[in-house]
């Protein structure tokens, strides 16, 4: 069964913790995104990776953190650097750079407080 | 550059009415245009993409989107609004290919009443 998987759906921390997103594909997808969803806001980019050991900033970088050391896996790391991490987090993927669209998780919820 | 704006942010429709939910973009280039689906607290599930083939395109659940050129639009519609249709609907456009970042519309709530 193929497929994106973000783990856990809800996650709470405190004010001051670094806490980690897990996204696992099985697609065999070369590249893997990072996006913050907010209310009235669309999705904006956080980080994305186009092949294994590299990976670049979106446009809402700062307080976040990415690795890419296996090709299925693309976790990301809210710092207690970013000021207002509450917020939903949905990590998507695409096979390769002839593919148009992107195939997206179904998300974690995280809320700090 | 690339942008897309969707014009309404909420929308509701009576049960079995037409359902027109508008997207205009904005692109350098010509545009690759996906419409995407979230129900509450899911990921987004892809409806239907335009990628400089047919400008009519049919998706997923009977909605079908129009690439209109001229007037820089790809609205998306269904004849007949069926309850299990209520979620949120993102219009995306991309430069062609490659790994380029996509730009998302800020959505469009649809609510359909019985």
């Known amino acids: 069964d193929g497929g994106i998987t973000q783990s856990p759906k809800y996650l709470f921390r405190k004010e001051g913790q670094n806490v980690t997103l897990s996204c696992e594909q099985n697609?065999?997808?070369?590249?893997m995104y990072w996006y913050r969803q907010d209310p009235g806001q669309g999705l904006r980019l956080i980080y994305y990776?186009?092949?294994?050991?590299?990976?670049q900033k979106g446009d809402i970088a700062e307080g976040y953190s990415v690795s890419r050391e296996k090709k299925e896996s693309f976790p990301l790391t809210v710092t207690s650097a970013q000021k207002n991490p509450t917020a939903f987090y949905l990590c998507?993927?695409?096979?390769?750079?002839?593919?148009?669209?992107?195939?997206f998780g179904p998300g974690t919820r995280l809320t700090v407080t | 550059a690339q942008s897309v704006t969707q014009l309404d942010s909420h929308v509701s429709v009576s049960e079995g009415t037409p359902v027109l939910l508008r997207c205009n973009y904005s692109?350098?280039?010509?545009?690759?245009l996906f419409w995407y689906v979230q129900h509450p607290n899911k990921g987004l599930q892809l409806l239907l993409k335009?990628?400089?083939?047919?400008?009519l395109v049919k998706g997923i659940n009977g909605f079908e989107a129009e690439f209109k050129k001229s007037e820089t639009s790809f609205h998306l519609t269904k004849p007949s609004a069926h309850m299990s249709d209520a979620a949120e609907y993102f219009c995306?456009?991309?430069?062609?290919?490659?790994?380029?970042?996509?730009?998302f519309g800020t959505g469009t709530k649809l609510q359909v009443i019985p």
């Open positions: 692109s350098s280039y010509s545009p690759s």
């Open positions: 697609l065999n997808h070369d590249a």
């Open positions: 990776s186009q092949i294994v050991n590299d990976f």
């Open positions: 998507a993927s695409k096979p390769g750079p002839s593919t148009y669209e992107q195939y």
């Open positions: 995306v456009v991309s430069l062609s290919g490659g790994y380029q970042k996509v730009t």
């Open positions: 335009y990628t400089s083939a047919a400008t």
